[in-house]
């Protein structure tokens, strides 16, 4: 089950993973992009946007319906680039509910479908950019600060990175074989650069900062290699992280990468665990 997989690193990891015999469904926003990309790899497309908690609960329990109540692997992989500050339906901040709280809210109404598979694995899709600043467990909607772009981009890769270890640690105490690990591209060339310059009103600008990513950064084949071995890798523990290892983990190779020691702070975690339910209105699970 792959979110985002319509175009980038999530279409890729549902090809290759297609290729390899697996069953594959693409959750993707865009019924359009969506079924064009099933048709591509061989898959199954779920319509479901994450910035809108009734398509997730509703595309939720489509897959859960669909297979039968058991998903092996969960890759958290959608997301959209810094923007103009804009809300959803729901009232929060778009960049922190497309790249956060709907992958959480989906993650927790999985959850049945995970353990019923044994040793699933659920992976977030993270960046490099979780390092930034930004981050308050309080405000993550933005509605006492001043907003600010790669803030509101930086705290929602932050927050799927401390969520995947607060999963972790939760599945770990109650014995459960399901691991929550976390994975990122480096520098890939994937069209998420020209996408935030469109959302910024800056389209004039799109289509070159497309081709001079693509020319400077490596190719989305290689980027999404550590999120395929979190995903299927052997040896991989609850709690991992991968990324590229060359060039401060901007390209080439998988391997261990480097997690902001905010990460690792277990208060923060515990209260952005209760906030991200208190936002997203799902149950926790484990509770």
């Known amino acids: 089950m792959i979110t985002g997989a319509n175009s980038g690193l999530g279409l890729r990891a549902a090809t290759v993973l297609a290729g390899k015999g697996a069953r594959v469904v693409l959750a993707c926003r865009s019924r359009e992009r969506g079924e064009r990309a099933a048709a591509a790899v061989g898959g199954e497309l779920v319509v479901l946007d994450l910035a809108d908690l009734a398509s997730v609960r509703a595309g939720a329990a489509e897959i859960r319906e669909r297979t039968g109540d058991r998903v092996d692997v969960l890759i958290d992989n959608a997301g959209i680039p810094a923007g103009r500050l804009r809300r959803t339906v729901d009232g929060h901040e778009s960049i922190l509910a497309t790249n956060y709280l709907g992958h959480a809210a989906l993650t927790w109404l ?132 991968y990324g590229p290892q060359k060039f401060g983990e901007f390209f080439r190779g998988v391997g261990p990468a480097r997690l902001d020691a905010r990460v690792h702070d277990r208060d923060v975690r515990a209260r952005l665990w209760d906030r991200t339910a208190e936002l997203t209105g799902v149950q926790p699970d484990p509770a």
């Open 110 to 241: 999985l959850m049945p479908a995970l353990r019923a598979a044994g040793a699933a694995r659920v992976v977030a899709v993270s960046s490099i950019a979780h390092r930034g600043r930004g981050f308050d467990v309080e405000d993550l909607n933005f509605e006492r600060r001043r907003f600010r772009m790669a803030s509101a981009y930086s705290q929602s890769k932050l927050a799927g990175l401390m969520f995947a270890l607060e999963l972790q640690e939760r599945l770990r105490g109650e014995g459960s074989e399901v691991i929550s690990v976390g994975a990122h591209a480096g520098f890939t060339g994937t069209e998420i650069g020209a996408a935030g310059a469109r959302n910024q009103g800056l389209g004039a600008v799109a289509g070159p900062l497309n081709a001079l990513t693509k020319a400077l950064s490596q190719s989305v084949p290689e980027g999404t290699l550590p999120i395929l071995y979190a995903a299927t890798g052997p040896g991989v523990q609850g709690g991992d992280y």
